[in-house]
């Protein structure tokens, strides 16, 4: 059939439109190819110019690494260079955390040490504290790719017990956490170095890059003997396991410039528990204690000082010239305010004495006169200048020994009392406190500093418990605590300290109450001492009516020119002649066959 022009002409016509769409099409993909080009010009220009050293140093860290050479922390030893605190052996087992064979070789790291306790860092986590046999063992069963054994050190406390409130202790990362091991931690600790090392692919180390060499920490020397430390903490926790006392502690120091010989609380732990990693089952079973093991008690504890206070209350009466050595004053047995009565210890009280034999015979009532006034000796201190002279002496303030946190305790006075319990001050309140009762709060280390004002001749030391090499901090630190004090003179005159320590010496005698040292001149080659016992009544009375008591000792010897001042604390322990001079007793009988010279 023949097509006529008329059915032609669309044929035509479509074809034209047929070449014009494909055109189109061309010019559509023309377009997208420019912009595809044009993002992936872009693209490449920024992961090559833009982020390049961030990819690059992604990449290097697959190849490039860097490992912690640790140093060494400093070794602590006694004033005789005894160590104390020391690095021994140990090992530490690496897992690579990105490790294909991961979850696999931790569960096998189990059969050998305790997984649950790790370090992570960074690429590895670290199983420190491991033993030599386990170490080669877990070396023999694993590739060096995925499990690491290094050589390390472990902290070791050679006397545990002994020294553990005074060294404390350092964690599982190697930071003092506790005692000397805290608060001279930058010191100790020193500085690590590094080594930054090329790995080939498969993890092998192909070359060392660059490396600092660490700084390993300083070595510190106490003043500590630790001869007299030992023989301290027996002597004590043969008494606190004899008495059933809570607790105790005992503070030795040079009394002629501050230096601390021995320093023991009780009871203790064992600080190689927490370098190594102490267990959650251990640690409870410290911190549950009623008795607070981790609690030092000669820095923080704070108690009512008894009849030890009456150094201060005898030296300010004779300093403001309210007695003097002669004066002889009526101590009955007991002093009747009203409808109040303020009993003495001994029974029959002590007829007319001197200040002298009433420090001796710890006559309570004729403190409570000269202190408080009475009747027949109306002229007294007063409750402000015995506040005075007790802060003078150091006590309502910290020592500033050079370690460790310590309480203030407390000495209160009418202002106080006012502000805290909004109360009057009464006349029995200065009976009280002078005899160290009542309100007033001292710590073991401040009644041995108060003591040691006597001892050296008036002056109020700060405690001190570290020696450095060179002498830099060597000699008299003095702490004068009352305004306007010349820090070079005495807090006393010579007359009142010489008055003061015979009434301590008398203590120590036949007839005063420190009757465990009535032998000791006789049985250590004629050396005198001065001491005061002291009982302070603490809690509530039982169903004898009576109160329980702390037993304070304190003791300088030789009595004119003291080598050594030491107190003695039983919490709860009884009484102080008859439970704690015998622990001072102990102790002085060893140090008296020890070369004097050498403290």
Not at 7 to 12: D, M, N
Not at 273 to 282: D, H, Q, W, Y
């Amino acid at each position: 059939m023949e097509l006529t022009a008329v059915e032609k002409t669309p044929l035509i016509r479509n074809d034209s439109l047929y070449y014009k769409d494909k055109s189109w099409q061309r010019a559509l993909f023309l377009v997208f190819a420019v912009i595809s080009f044009v993002f992936i010009v872009s693209r490449l220009f920024v992961l090559q110019v833009v982020k390049g050293s961030y990819y690059k140093a992604v990449s290097d860290e697959n190849r490039i690494r860097v490992e912690v050479v640790k140093a060494y922390r400093g070794v602590i030893k006694d004033r005789n260079g005894h160590i104390l605190a020391q690095n021994a052996p140990s090992f530490n087992v690496k897992l690579r955390k990105d490790s294909s064979n991961f979850s696999s070789a931790l569960n096998k790291l189990a059969d050998f040490i305790n997984t649950e306790n790790f370090l992570d860092a960074g690429e590895f986590l670290v199983f420190d504290n491991v033993n030599r046999d386990i170490a080669i063992k877990i070396e023999s069963n694993f590739s060096g790719k995925d499990v690491l054994v290094e050589a390390s050190s472990q902290r070791e406390y050679l006397y545990p017990n002994e020294f553990a409130h005074l060294l404390g202790y350092i964690n599982t990362d190697k930071v003092g956490m506790f005692g000397i091991e805290r608060t001279y931690d930058t010191f100790l600790r020193g500085s690590h170095g590094s080594i930054l090392y090329e790995y080939s692919a498969n993890g092998e180390v192909l070359r060392e890059i660059a490396k600092r060499e660490p700084v390993n920490g300083g070595d510190l020397t106490l003043t500590i003997d630790s001869d007299l430390q030992i023989t301290a903490y027996s002597a004590l926790k043969k008494a606190i396991d004899r008495t059933g006392a809570i607790g105790g502690a005992i503070i030795a120091q040079n009394p002629k410039n501050g230096e601390i010989l021995a320093l023991v609380s009780i009871p203790s732990f064992d600080p190689n528990l927490f370098s190594k990693g102490i267990s959650s089952a251990e640690y409870d079973k410290i911190v549950s204690n009623p008795a607070s093991p981790l609690f030092n008690r000669v820095l923080m504890g704070q108690y009512p000082p008894g009849s030890v206070f009456k150094i201060v209350t005898a030296s300010a009466v004779l300093a403001e010239k309210i007695v003097d050595k002669n004066t002889r004053v009526l101590a009955p047995q007991a002093i009747n305010i009203g409808s109040f009565v303020y009993r003495d210890w001994k029974a029959g009280g002590h007829g007319e004495i001197n200040i002298t034999r009433a420090l001796a015979e710890s006559a309570d009532t004729f403190f409570y006169k000269v202190a408080g006034g009475y009747s027949d000796f109306p002229r007294s201190l007063g409750p402000e200048k015995l506040a005075l002279w007790a802060r003078k002496f150091g006590l309502g303030a910290k020592t500033g020994v050079d370690f460790g946190f310590e309480e203030m305790g407390l000495i209160p006075d009418p202002a106080w009392k006012k502000e805290i319990k909004n109360e009057q001050w009464y006349i029995g309140d200065s009976y009280i406190t002078a005899i160290g009762q009542g309100d007033v709060l001292t710590t073991p280390i401040q009644v041995n500093q108060m003591a040691s004002v006597i001892a050296n001749g008036g002056y109020l030391l700060t405690p001190r418990i570290v020696e450095f090499g060179g002498g830099s901090v060597r000699g008299l630190t003095l702490r004068q605590l009352a305004e306007g004090s010349d820090p070079l003179s005495p807090l006393v005159s010579s007359a009142v300290i010489e008055t003061v320590k015979q009434g301590l010496k008398e203590a120590c005698e036949l007839g005063g109450t420190g009757y465990p040292f009535f032998d000791f001149s006789e049985k250590n080659n004629g050396i005198k001492v001065a001491c005061k016992t002291g009982t302070s009544e603490f809690g509530l009375k039982n169903a004898r009516y009576e109160y329980q008591t702390h037993a304070w000792f304190t003791v300088f010897a030789p009595a004119d020119n003291a080598e050594i001042a030491l107190t003695v604390f039983l919490e709860g322990g009884g009484e102080g002649a008859r439970d704690a001079a015998p622990v001072a007793r102990e102790i002085l009988d060893v140090w008296s066959l020890s070369d004097l010279d050498s403290l």
